[in-house]
Structures are given as C-alpha cells and as structure tokens.
C-alpha cells in the first residue's frame, strides 16, 4: 500500500464547476499537508499548506484536512481554463522528506 | 517569494556521457535541497538529500555514484548524471527551503530539467 494515494485521473470539468480533488494517507505522524499544483514540463508550485484538520480558504481554493480519517482535499470554486494542470498532494512527516500522491491531470473545458 | 533556479532546462546528450544540472536558491540560503526525479504521467520520486558541506544522502534504489551530488554552498547544489543511458531520460526537479512557515518547512520547487539521452 503506497503511503498516500490520490486518483491519477484524468478529470475534465466545464469552466465555472467546482473540482474535489482528494488524497488519502496512511502515515498518521504526518504533521503537513501541501498541494501543489504543476503544469506541463514545469516544476510544481506550491498551493497551499495546512497543519490542523479543518479548512483553509485561499481564494477561488480551499484545502481541507480530516486527520481521524487519514483524507484531504482541495476544493476549486469558478474552475477557469488556467486551472488546467495537475495537482499533486504532499506530505511531511517532519524531516522535510515530502511525500507525493500520484497527481491528477485536471482540465477546464471552456 | 523565495525562488529556485534550475539549469539548463532541457539537455540532450549522447549515451555514455556525462550531464551536470544546476539548482540555485536566487534570494534564500538553504543548508538542504532535494533532488527529485518524475517520469511522465507519474509522481516525484526523491532521489537525494543534498546538504551543504557534507555528503549527500540517498534514497533507497538510487545508485550514488551514478548520480553524484555536490553541495559546495548555500545557494548552490548539482547533480551530475554520469554516464547517462536511455533510461536516465527524465524530468529531474530540484527543491529548497526557505524556512519554516508557520513550523513548515516549505519547499519552493525550481522549474525542472528535462533530460533526453539518446
């Protein structure tokens, strides 16, 4: 069983849905949580990084965590064709070792 | 925001030689950077730990001296690939960190380079 798992996709939306892109682990000592987000042959950029079960809001995203139940995930309000790419979950046990889910491909159809 | 560069961005070499990839922290000092690599369609995989001033620490499955790592300062680390073969071809991806945020150490990602061994 793979440390953390995340759905490869791919997800194709209508520009303006909501996308749920979800992760879960199986590591209860990770402490954080990231998304990034990658375009094609680029490196990733980070998205938004949270500690404690809960929401986090930034913008059109937000990042939830449920640590009871080992599962996150990042919501995008009024998806746009930009939002086009593949995001990636991470996590750190505490070393700054990342750990990476698969990513899903996700597209916006105008 | 903290910034990492990667050089060159893309190279393509013959079999059997040697390719060396930069990655710079451009307004940050980082004692540790990362070494990933991503095949396509698939994750990033850590290579290596790389930290200023001492040998590099590998992952498991990764040869050493395949992939030579040189952190001779707080700004710069490289990875050479030695002796490269059609199956080093790969987008290899290095990170940073600036510091803690909020007690994370958050990684800033340089842009990747990706190698082609013919």
């Known amino acids: 069983q793979k440390e953390v798992e995340q759905d490869p996709g791919p997800l194709s939306v209508p520009e303006g849905a909501i996308v749920s892109l979800n992760c879960t682990y199986s590591?209860?000592?990770?402490?954080?949580f990231m998304w990034y987000r990658q375009y094609s042959r680029k490196g990733p950029e980070l998205l938004m990084y949270?500690?404690?079960?809960g929401n986090k809001e930034d913008g059109r995203f937000t990042a939830q965590v449920d640590k009871s139940s080992k599962y996150i995930s990042l919501f995008i309000r009024d998806s746009q064709p930009s939002d086009s790419a593949t995001y990636l979950c991470a996590m750190i046990e505490g070393a700054q070792k990342l750990v990476f889910g698969q990513g899903t491909r996700l597209t916006i159809n105008p | 925001g903290a910034v990492v560069s990667q050089h060159p961005s893309w190279v393509i070499c013959k079999s059997g030689t040697s390719v060396k990839i930069e990655c710079r922290s451009l307004d940050f000092q980082a004692t540790t950077m990362f070494w990933y690599r991503q095949f396509p369609k698939q994750s990033l995989m850590l290579m290596a730990t790389?930290?200023?001033?001492?040998?590099?620490?590998?992952e498991q499955g990764v040869e050493k001296d395949k992939f030579l790592i040189n952190h001779a300062s707080l700004t710069l680390s490289t990875l050479t690939v030695t002796s490269a073969h059609p199956e080093d071809s790969s987008f290899y991806i290095c990170?940073?960190?600036?510091?803690?945020?909020?007690?994370?150490?958050?990684?800033?990602f340089g842009a990747g380079s990706r190698l082609t061994v013919l």
């Open positions: 790389s930290n200023e001033g001492s040998k590099a620490t590998y």
């Open positions: 949270t500690y404690s079960s």
């Open positions: 590591n209860s000592a990770f402490q954080y």
């Open positions: 990170s940073a960190s600036a510091g803690p945020h909020s007690g994370a150490n958050v990684l800033t």
